[in-house]
């Protein structure tokens, strides 16, 4: 009796201090306590892959139950170390704060933090490990709908280890639109092999509302294979789905080398438009045509190191306050040159070939030893990064657009000047008739001296614009001067509406040719088209019409 | 910039210009010339111009330690402006108007085969930095750097195995000459015989030398790496300024290295001057040297080429080193070594002393070169962009690599 009694009791006390044991666990919130946070960063920074997955793995189960503060925590140490701002110090980490460094663990902030403090290396695979947890982590713990959207999305890309579980009761929960539809896409893989009729029923309709070729492709692999548990009305739904992606997917590949021959074409309009002036007028081979868009280019960097320096905050918008800089600069250079060199060789024009051409070296080597030959370092404003998708496979990037604007602010520009101002109608006058012009008044060395840094200008502009989409060095113009060339010479000589629609014509035979034939091939092909064409139309499109 | 360095450039501008040729007039009896062929304009010039000053920075340590043979050095440069034949040109102007002791050139595989049959002809010598194709074993030229066996297969290895993400479907994108081809056929090979890969996993395509626009490429790229679920790889031979272009379309499009890393055979730390690293982290290339390399013959090259930038005002970043660029002052210490041991400028002479002459690299490796061919034994680095806009290095070879110039897999 006495014994019976003894062991009941005991039994109680284990009972009693086991159910401790685990309230008490329950209690705590395991990310917060500092002894915890350092285990993490310790492994974060210094583990074996596979234990730094674990651990995120357990961050996440955590963080689902901490509060708010934690939630925080977790979700900020995540986003730093994947995006490289760990510096991992013996006991600590630091991370890069406002010109301070913030202690992980502490939260004290420091002026300099020690020597040995290592940036931790993560490789490929940990990084694609890494990245799906990190946007749980912060699904998890943001609060606002933006950065919850943001989360998704990354982990659209895809779930990795994360648990589909948790996402589903994460999506059920979800009040935000935008946030659920970002999870739909999240949790199609599981869904359809969830065998569940209603499950991947919502799937299908998901993967077919994204036209990309992702879900086609996803959708390809879910009607190969041969389960018998995919109901009839499923793989129906999931036929249509397909064949309805893959026709959009199909439109949106025609688009896009549409768009990529538009955008080649404007660069190469960019670049000829200011030639074509300037050889229709005065029949002047200007090979240092390109130099000017180097210039061009240069200037507008020039002008962003002064805005760096003096007004940071106009920084942003620098490629608009470089425009009158990027057209004056050339232009300037361009009337010295036609002031110095060109107006002696009116009448031979082979010489003037070779001196621009000797111009076109000089400025090359004169930017070489004032600047430098690297290549030269563009702030790309926020506005500018990356693009946008306009429906399925074709998306456009931000700084084509705005080449493809620059080039038509530019041609409209440039039909007013030369249709509705008294110099345009001066230089029209004297690309007609030479001799005539200069008899009814007009001078024409003033209007050859105007129209050559006009062109010139014109050229700078082009710099500017292409200074977003390819790189600045001194020699960045020879390799365009070949293909303006070209547009002038299949626009026809002086037609700006030609010189137009020659630089669309061949961008687009490009854009086509290059994905099938390979950027060699497309070379050669678009020379030979240009001989045939110059053979049948020796004029170009717009042969000039007046008398020589 | 000062007046008196701008009036000097110009005139040097205007020197280049009337005799693109040689520039400098042999005025002195007692020195020994060494000729410099790399171009400092054209598409090139962005990388190869460097090599101009590291070689002068090499001669002149060596002439303050009292020369060669007790000869001090001069540097006889050239510009073949980018142009491949002309390298051929200017070599023979060097041999045999010059009369150089030893060249040291060439950065594309295009411009070596130029120069290649004249050093043969005149039995010259040509110490070539770069690391190339293989295929090609020449008593007149010194390979500095490493044949694919010791660069590119240990990378690609590195990157189809478990730390580079399993790479099992390739997109080799090259400019369109000898050496992205030759690497092209021999990844083929390699991919084939080793791994058993099949040709429907990979995609081959070239572009002109000096292209610039690579949008529908990039397009060409997103559409491969969307065909089948295995990992894709850009493997990038482009050359020159071909490379940035490419990379800012690539940042342009949105393609990260998390979704398809690119290993740029050709990519050094000065093609990401000027580019947003921010999103190329994770990008990788291999080389025989990479600036982060760890050591203190490093660090007093480094000390050495920023001091030499500031003192001669070199148009060039004092603070970005490439590999070609240590291969390039590395070979003139070579060089200097044979000929002190063989006593003699002679060629022949010289060539007899080469096995057994080594060096102690910045990269932190002994280099050397043996009885059995021209081609110097040297590390390996495989290197990942960082934010810095310079590489990190993800691994390195505990031991230099016997070279394997003829490879197998072709």
């Known amino acids: 009796m006495h014994r019976q009694y003894l062991d009941m009791l005991s039994a109680i006390v284990i009972a009693c201090s086991l159910m401790f044991v685990t309230v008490s666990n329950a209690l705590a919130q395991p990310i917060l306590e500092p002894w915890d946070r350092f285990e993490i960063v310790k492994v974060w920074c210094s583990g074996e892959r596979e234990a730094r997955i674990i651990s995120f793995q357990s961050l996440l189960e955590d963080v689902v139950d901490a509060d708010a503060p934690a939630q925080q925590w977790a979700a900020n140490l995540i986003g730093e170390y994947r995006d490289g701002n760990f510096r991992c110090a013996r006991d600590t980490v630091y991370i890069p704060n406002d010109e301070q460094f913030l202690d992980v663990i502490t939260g004290d902030r420091f002026k300099a933090i020690p020597d040995d403090a290592e940036k931790p290396f993560l490789n490929i695979p940990l990084r694609r490990a890494l990245a799906p947890f990190a946007s749980a982590v912060q699904l998890v713990a943001a609060e606002a709908p933006e950065e919850r959207l943001l989360a998704a999305q990354g982990l659209a890309r895809t779930l990795g280890d994360v648990s589909p579980a948790l996402i589903e009761s994460i999506y059920r929960q979800e009040k935000d639109m935008q946030v659920a539809a970002a999870l739909e896409d999240v949790l199609v893989p599981a869904w359809l092999k969830s065998g569940d009729t209603d499950a991947q029923l919502k799937a299908i309709s998901t993967l077919a509302s994204n036209y990309t070729r992702t879900s086609r492709a996803a959708l390809d692999k879910f009607l190969d294979q041969k389960t018998e548990n995919v109901s009839e009305a499923v793989r ?178 440039t039909l007013f000047v030369i249709y509705r101002t008294r110099f345009g109608l001066r230089m029209r006058a004297t690309t007609q008739h030479r001799q005539m012009a200069g008899c009814v008044g007009v001078s024409t060395r003033r209007t050859d001296a105007m129209a050559f840094a006009f062109g010139s200008g014109l050229a700078g502009i082009a710099g500017l614009a292409l200074s977003t989409i390819y790189n600045v060095n001194p020699t960045m113009g020879t390799s365009l001067i070949i293909d303006s060339f070209i547009v002038v010479v299949v626009g026809g000589v002086g037609s700006v509406l030609g010189t137009a629609l020659a630089a669309l014509g061949i961008g687009q035979l490009n854009a086509i040719i290059e994905p099938q034939y390979g950027a060699v091939a497309s070379k050669v092909l678009v020379l030979l088209a240009v001989i045939l064409f110059i053979q049948q139309k020796p004029n170009g499109l717009f042969p000039r019409k007046g008398r020589r | 910039m000062k007046r008196r360095s701008f009036i000097k450039g110009v005139g040097v501008a205007g020197l280049a210009m009337s005799a693109p040729g040689i520039i400098l007039p042999a005025w002195s009896q007692e020195k020994v010339k060494l000729g410099c062929l790399f171009s400092s304009s054209g598409s090139m010039a962005n990388v190869e111009g460097r090599l101009n000053y590291v070689v002068r920075m090499a001669a002149e340590e060596l002439n303050r330690s009292g020369g060669v043979l007790g000869r001090q050095i001069e540097v006889v440069s050239t510009d073949p402006a980018s142009d491949w034949p002309l390298y051929g040109q200017q070599a023979r102007q060097l041999l045999e108007e010059e009369k150089v002791a030893a060249m040291f050139g060439c950065w594309t595989s295009a411009s070596r085969k130029a120069v290649l049959p004249v050093v043969e002809q005149n039995d010259g010598l040509l110490y070539y930095p770069l690391h190339f194709e293989g295929e090609e074993n020449s008593k007149n030229i010194v390979y500095m750097n490493s044949p694919p066996a010791s660069s590119v297969l240990p990378a690609l290895e590195y990157l189809m195995g478990d730390n580079g993400g399993k790479a099992r479907r390739f997109f080799m994108l090259g400019s369109d000459y000898v050496w992205p081809r030759t690497i092209n056929a021999q990844l083929k090979g390699y991919l084939q015989e080793k791994w058993d890969i099949k040709p429907d996993a990979w995609q081959e395509e070239y572009v002109p030398v000096g292209h610039s626009d690579f949008q529908s490429l990039v397009n060409q790229i997103k559409s491969f790496a969307d065909e089948s679920g295995e990992q894709p790889i850009v493997v990038l031979t482009v050359v020159g300024n071909s490379i940035p272009n490419f990379f800012q379309e690539y940042i342009n499009q949105g393609i990260t290295a998390l979704d398809v890393p690119v290993l740029g055979l050709d990519v050094v730390e000065a093609d990401l001057e000027g580019l947003d690293t921010e999103s190329l982290v994770g990008h990788l290339n291999c080389w025989a040297y990479l600036q982060n390399a760890p050591g203190e013959a490093n660090q007093r090259f480094l000390n050495a080429w920023s001091e030499y930038v500031k003192a001669n005002n070199v148009p060039f970043r004092g603070d970005v080193a490439i590999d070609p660029m240590v291969s390039a002052y590395s070979s003139v210490y070579m060089w200097a070594q044979a000929a002190e041991k063989a006593g003699s400028f002679d060629v022949p002479e010289v060539r007899k002393a080469f096995p057994g002459t080594n060096f102690d690299c910045p990269s932190g490796y002994n280099i050397k070169l043996t009885a059995e061919n021209n081609y110097v034994h040297r590390g390996v680095f495989i290197g990942s962009v960082n934010q810095n806009q310079g590489f990190d290095i993800v691994w390195q070879s505990p031991e230099t690599t016997t070279p394997v110039p003829y490879s197998s897999y072709i």
């Open chain 1, 236 to 413: 129906t739904a999931a036929e249509s789905a397909r064949s309805s992606v893959h026709w959009v997917v199909q439109l949106s590949e025609v688009m896009t080398v549409a768009y990529h021959g538009l955008s080649y074409g404007s660069v190469l309009f960019l670049a000829a438009l200011g030639l074509a002036i300037i050889f229709g007028l005065m029949g002047v081979i200007n090979l240092a045509q390109a130099e000017f868009v180097m210039l061009g280019a240069y200037a507008t960097w020039f002008v962003q190191e002064a805005l760096r320096a003096l007004a940071p905050g106009l920084l942003e918008y620098y490629l608009f306050i470089a425009i009158p800089f990027a057209f004056l600069v050339p232009a300037l250079v361009g009337a010295f040159m036609e002031w110095s060199i060109v107006r002696h060789l009116y009448s031979r024009p082979l010489l003037t070939l070779l001196a621009t051409w000797a111009v076109s070296l000089l400025l090359i080597n004169l930017v070489r030893v004032t600047v430098g030959t690297q290549n030269l370092s563009f702030f790309t404003p926020e506005y500018l990064k990356s693009g946008f998708t306009v429906f399925g496979e074709f998306s456009i990037t931000w700084s084509r657009l705005l080449s493809i604007f620059f080039a038509g602010i530019t041609l409209i520009g």
